[in-house]
């Protein structure tokens, strides 16, 4: 088997083996999977530029045409030097292509084959593996340790600290795709250079989930009972322009996942916020165990139809939408706090 281990792919990507020239980058993170096909045919020639050194395939000419791979493989180039060969395999299955050229006894040539999300038994996935001179390089989510490097990578090109906050509220914000992540740690080095620390409230500035950081501040104000500070935070969405819709279907979320935690709260099942899955955000933890504590899931019960009933009026009334979700909102937080005095 020459499926390389997800932990060693950084590794082999950047020191290639010589042994396996053909290389298999695919999985669900096309972000991921871009950046390491690039390294990978940066690494092989010397001018990605030059069409000599570097021929590049696409699956549609490869299922029309699969002699062309080896072809390409055993093309000695026109000025000499080293050649690769990028094939972009889309959705095609390239498999008959791939085959003959690993029957191949040897070839100076490092061919990239860039895929997506191969199930485990897909024929050019399985062909790879089972391959002793070919390496197949899974690309998934960066989980928390990646995104961590990541940001220290990133920050320490930039010559930037990150206050801890900061770096603790950043780290939930990114993955899912590598290249929106770099994009986003790009932007927010763009936006705090010349500081001396980037802060949290240049993350909340930035970072293109602050729209849903926003969202939470302004449902966490009006469950915990904070008014004033919900105004302040409604006041911020209507200047961003947020809409009403939004704020309401993050209201809504919010008081039936309360709900949920009450109800086993008051069951006695040992609930602990601490075991959510996934984890709640380290900025939002102290609201909602104050969320938690003052209402009963009953009560919670009568927030969800009184919710409902709002996005009602203001779907009726588009006008008075902004009007109508604050007031509702407001009427929440002031109750909530009346209740804990």
Partial sequence: MTAVKPADVDAFVARPDPKRPVVLVFGPDAGLVSERVNTLVK???DDVGDPFALARLDGEELAAEPSRLVEEAQTIPLFGG???VWVKAASRNIAAAVEPLLALPAFECRVVIEAGDLRRNAPLRSLIERAKNAAALPCYADNEKDRERLIDDEMRAARLKLAPDARAL???LLGGDRQASRSELAKLAL???GQQQVGVDDVAAVVSDASALALDDIVDAAFAGRPAELETQLAKARMAGTSAGSILFAA?????QLHKWKTAIEAGTGF???AVQPPVNFRRKGSIETALRLWSAARLLAAMTELADTVLQSRRNADLADTIAGR???AIAAN???SAA
């Avoid at 809504?252 to 039936?256: H, K």
């Fill in 191 to 193: 936006y705090a250079r």
């Fill in 328 to 330: 509702a909102l407001l």
């Fill in 336 to 338: 909530v706090r009346r």
């Fill in 252 to 256: 809504q979320r919010q008081v039936a």
């Fill in 82 to 84: 080293r050649r690769a």
């Fill in 170 to 172: 950043l780290v939930p």
């Fill in 43 to 45: 690494a092989a020639v």
């Fill in 272 to 274: 602990s916020l601490d």
